[in-house]
């Protein structure tokens, strides 16, 4: 079978470099350099990408024997549809290890087509230390540092002009990304003593964005790969599987915006430009998560085992639609059809037929996260209406009839694990189970049985789960 090289497909590698990312995985792949092909190819964008290898050993080397080429599979259901496309990405232009080549990362600072900077390094790349004082020609440890030494070499090239500034658009899964980043360079520049002028310019000619990245990647199909390379016609061990689903929300000043063209959404983009991308993480959080959380103990006791399984089951799908547009939506502040349309798109996600998620892998530490994803979300509905959202409070009830049960062994917390291991040896009524669970403030940070009547809901919610099943309960909702 024929490698796959920018000579056995005829696409040479002559687009400028507009694009430094920091990180080779497969989410930037599958996400921001499939996004930025797509603006290549229908816009006209005309960006390559030069990636950077941000820790020692990575897949730089790998990556380069295919020319930076590779195959993603995009697949899904999109407005009711199934989708299963295979695109040959082709906007890596050139791959840079700077532990072995620190020339060639430096030199990036002083190419006048570079315009942005992208990456992913993980929630601890984005990260500070005082000891990290490299000498000359040496690399700093932490990506800030590594960044810090290359916008340093570029402001100094260009000495401080304007038109020299860089977009910063980090994809680290941390909130206020953007922010954190700026904030740990000019430490950098404060602990290397760097002049002042420097930092004038990294604070009113560069602009760095806060963003919120959604897109399930499952990286890799091992399983499939011998018929996709049948398919496609090369030897391609870099191929990417994604959702079809993508969210790319960007907050940050208007220069950024700019700085892309026009007319997204009309060649299937979905990049938001926003001044406060809070309400989209909270959208994000209660939608796809908290209904995530919700579904696990409700469709677990149902006996089911995959999130589709869940969503297709003729009484835990509805339940799963109800707690969505009757219990979350209302909750979140943006305009009603817009957080509709996110739930649609979320239920259609969870119907995928190419990914298999497990309910039980979704169910480690579910205490933590009932208390992140759903809570404040019941506390909203129980402000603007109350009352307590019913959905929400059975799939709590459910919760804990999964961690007292002797048919699953739900992983979490030591502390939980223990508090729940002496309720079950001396099991006492419901009654006093829903009291010492929700009154127990290390788990929600507060007592719960002073909210409304969550400790009569949930023990009479436990009481018929006991009596008459999950599904027949559920019914009676």
């Known amino acids: 079978m024929k490698a796959l090289t920018r000579d056995t497909v005829n696409k040479p590698a002559t687009l400028p470099i507009k694009v430094l990312q920091f990180g080779e995985g497969n989410f930037l792949r599958a996400f921001v350099d499939w996004a930025i092909d797509i603006l290549n ?24 024997k295919q020319d930076g080429l590779y195959h993603q599979m995009i697949r899904g259901i999109q407005k009711g549809k199934r989708v299963n496309d295979i695109r040959l990405n082709s906007s890596i232009q050139q791959l840079i290890n700077p532990f072995n080549d620190l020339q060639s990362y430096m030199e990036q600072a002083l190419n006048e087509d570079l315009q942005f900077i992208v990456s992913n390094t993980t929630e601890a790349g984005i990260t500070f ?27 100094d090239h260009f000495s401080g002009s304007p038109g020299s500034g860089l977009i910063f658009i980090p994809c680290e899964l941390i909130e206020k990304n953007g922010e954190n980043l700026k904030k740990a360079m000019l430490a950098y520049a404060d602990l290397w003593k760097l002049e002042s002028g420097f930092k004038d310019w990294l604070e009113d000619h560069c602009y760095f964005a806060n963003t919120l990245v959604d897109r399930i990647v499952p990286g890799y199909p091992k399983d499939e790969i011998a018929e996709i390379q049948e398919k496609i016609g090369f030897s391609d061990q870099l191929v990417v599987a994604s959702e079809v689903f993508h969210l790319w929300v960007i907050e940050g000043p208007s220069q950024i915006k700019a700085a892309f063209p026009d007319g997204l959404e009309e060649i299937g983009l979905n990049i938001k430009f926003v001044k406060d991308l809070t309400p989209y993480r909270t959208q994000k959080v209660r939608i796809l998560n908290g209904s995530h959380t919700a579904m696990v103990p409700v469709g677990l006791l149902a006996g089911n085992e995959t999130v589709r399984e869940n969503v297709e089951d003729d009484i835990v799908g509805p339940f799963i639609l109800q707690t969505m547009y009757d219990e979350i939506v209302q909750t979140i502040d943006l305009p009603v059809n817009e957080v ?91 009654t006093d189970v ?8 290390s788990f929600w940070g507060e007592d719960l049985t002073k909210l409304g009547d969550c400790q009569a809901m949930v023990t009479n ?5 006991e009596e008459k099943g999950v599904l027949t309960s559920i019914k009676s909702l």
């Open 41 to 64: 190819e229908k816009k006209q964008f005309n960006a390559g990408i030069a990636v950077v290898q941000p820790i020692e050993h990575g897949m730089v080397d790998m990556i380069a």
């Open 461 to 465: 919610y436990m009481n018929e789960i």
């Open 340 to 430: 509709k349309q996110f739930a649609d798109e979320v239920l259609e996600r969870f119907k995928n037929p190419f990914i298999r998620h497990e309910l039980k892998s979704i169910a480690l530490n579910s205490i933590s996260k009932y208390k992140v994803r759903i809570l404040p979300t019941v506390k909203d509905y129980h402000r603007i209406n109350g009352a307590l959202p019913k959905r929400f409070i059975f799939a709590l009830a459910c919760l804990i009839e999964l961690y007292l049960s002797d048919d699953f062994k739900i992983n979490d917390d030591k502390e939980v694990e223990e508090f729940f291991g002496k309720l079950k040896s001396n099991r006492p009524a419901n």
């Open 434 to 441: 829903a009291k010492q669970v929700l009154s127990n403030k």
């Open 129 to 155: 230390q005082e000891n990290d004082l490299p000498g000359e020609n040496e690399l700093a440890r932490t990506f800030p540092g590594k960044l810090t030494q290359l916008v340093k070499a570029r402001y």
